[in-house]
Structures are given as C-alpha cells and as structure tokens.
C-alpha cells in the first residue's frame, strides 16, 4: 500500500512540474508599462510576443531576404569548403621522403620527386624492416621513422 501511495506521489509531481513548465513556456510575458516591445501596433496590448524571426546576416528579415540570387552571385561571401580528408604531398615532399629512404640504403635510383613503383618497393621494404604494416603507402608512423614526421 505504501508502495502505491508513494508512486501515485511521485507521478502526481512530475505531471505537476510538467504541468508548470508547459504553462511557463505558453505564458505570454506582461510589462508592467502596459507597452510591449513585439507589437506592430503601438504596443498598448501589454503583452510581448514570445517567437522569434530568423534574421540574416545583414539583421533583414528572413522573409523579406528570399529573392532569386543573379546569374554568377553566390549566396554567401564566407570562402568555400575545403576537402576533406588528406592532400596528396607535393613533389618537393616526395623528393624528401625519396632521399631520406636513399639515405637509409632503400631507394636504389635517384630521389625524382615522383611517387612510382620503386619509390612503393622502398618503402615498403624500410616499413617491413622496421615492424611497420607493409603497405608501401606513406602514413605517419613511416614518416616519423624516416626523421620526416612531427617533432615530439
């Protein structure tokens, strides 16, 4: 008996605070000046308009802002998005990925600065001598044993 007397309470509370924060949030607010800042109409209603208007980035309204854009004119001025994901090294960064696995005795031609066949070989081959995945794809951990990753 106790058990239900104590969860009709608890039930009774949460309808009662529900109850209380749907009437806070519908409640139109009253200024005691009987003006109110959200009316078109002179503001004698003493009551203030609770939603809001999307506005643009100018402080126009959004409904007023809906005209068709001219031919070339984007919407927005922000720079475009750049890609996601990794860029691919530039060809000064592949000659120093190519004459840093020279160095070390891997790369059997001359550092060109083109990624191709025996560039993957050599770098595979360092990777497999050093525990690394041989994958013959550059990543951080083959950068960081050739001395070309970031400084720790």
């Known amino acids: 008996m106790v058990r239900g ?4 309470a608890v039930t009774v509370l949460a309808l009662g605070l529900a109850g209380a924060i749907t009437a806070q949030i519908t409640k139109p607010k009253v200024y005691k000046g009987g003006k109110s800042t959200g009316s ?10 609770t939603t809001k ?21 984007s919407k927005s001025k922000r720079a475009p998005a ?4 990794q860029l691919r090294p530039t060809s000064e960064r592949y000659k120093q990925i190519e004459q840093a696995l020279a160095a070390k005795g891997y790369l059997g031609e001359e ?8 560039s993957v070989e050599a770098l595979r081959a ?17 950068l960081t044993q050739l001395g070309l990753g970031p400084r720790q």
């Open 82 to 85: 750049r890609a996601r994901g």
């Open 40 to 49: 078109k109409s002179g503001g004698k209603t003493g009551v203030k308009s």
């Open 53 to 73: 208007r999307s506005t643009t980035a100018k402080g126009k309204s959004a409904a007023k802002s809906r005209r068709p854009l001219a031919k070339g004119k």
């Open 111 to 118: 550092p060109s600065g083109k990624w191709g066949p025996g």
């Open 5 to 8: 007397a104590r969860a009709a």
């Open 126 to 142: 360092f990777q497999s001598d050093h525990q690394l995945p041989p994958t013959g794809k550059l990543d951080a951990l083959s």
